[in-house]
T-cell receptor
Framework: GQQLNQSPQSMFIQEGEDVSMNCTSSSIFNTWLWYKQEPGEGPVLLIALYKAGELTSNGRLTAQFGITRKDSFLNISASIPSDVGIYFCAGQLRDDKIIFGKGTRLHILP | GAVVSQHPSWVICKSGTSVKIECRSLDFQATTMFWYRQFPKQSLMLMAT?????????EQGVEKDKFLINHASLTLSTLTVTSAHPEDSSFYIC????????????FGPGTRLTVT
């Protein structure tokens, strides 16, 4: 089945630093999605990417859909304490099923 | 808008009993809902696709007789974990596909199931 390889698994950064994480897949997806999940809650959509090569921003977040439709990155600029959480990349198939990556745990050091 | 709720938010049950989890789209209609399971420190794994008015389709390795899904209306899908075992303890999350918004999906807050 489809698998998404997300890296890094976890990150420890200082407040104010920029963050970058990425995902690759052996499969092509129609839509690429980035979610954030906090403990005990469902995932919340951050950015949706629909076209190959698309670069989209949402505040301090920027994500790009790779030209081959098999990869994506998410950047967070000037991190703040509330950015802590788990970030998941996800690919959406033609039948609307969403396949999730393993997640990147973001920790911000005091 | 586009809010999905789940009930209960957490439940503890004894081995061998059955537990029903509800997923509701509060302000939109959803012909399709999806059920996921998430074990601690792991990703969300798709279990099944719930289709209003028809049978659910299950992902490979998910027992349909153990995880009963009913999608009786455009705003409600239920997942029943039958004869629960401790290994069924997990975080169950649903998502609902918005009927009117080009397939956008919205996730519920999850239900924490603990089987003792």
């Amino acid at each position: 089945g489809q698998q998404l390889n997300q890296s890094p698994q976890s990150m420890f950064i200082q407040e104010g630093e920029d963050v970058s994480m990425n995902c690759t897949s052996s499969s092509i997806f129609n839509t690429w999605l980035w979610y954030k999940q906090e403990p005990g809650e469902g995932p919340v959509l951050l950015i949706a990417l629909y076209k190959a090569g698309e670069l989209t921003s949402n505040g301090r977040l920027t994500a790009q859909f790779g030209i081959t439709r098999k990869d994506s990155f998410l950047n967070i600029s000037a991190s703040i304490p509330s950015d802590v959480g788990i970030y998941f990349c996800a690919g959406q198939l033609r039948d609307d099923k969403i396949i999730f990556g393993k997640g990147t745990r973001l920790h911000i050091l005091p | 808008g586009a809010v999905v709720s789940q009930h209960p938010s957490w439940v503890i049950c004894k081995s061998g009993t059955s537990v029903k989890i509800e997923c509701r789209s509060l302000d939109f209609q959803a012909t399709t809902m999806f059920w996921y399971r998430q074990f601690p420190k792991q990703s969300l794994m798709l279990m099944a696709t719930s289709n209003e008015g028809s049978k659910a389709t299950y992902e490979q390795g998910v027992e349909k007789d153990k995880f009963l899904i009913n999608h009786a209306s455009l705003t409600l899908s239920t997942l029943t974990v039958t004869s629960a075992h401790p290994e069924d303890s997990s975080f169950y999350i649903c998502s609902a596909r918005h009927l009117g918004k080009s397939g956008e999906q919205y996730f519920g807050p999850g239900t924490r199931l603990t089987v003792t």
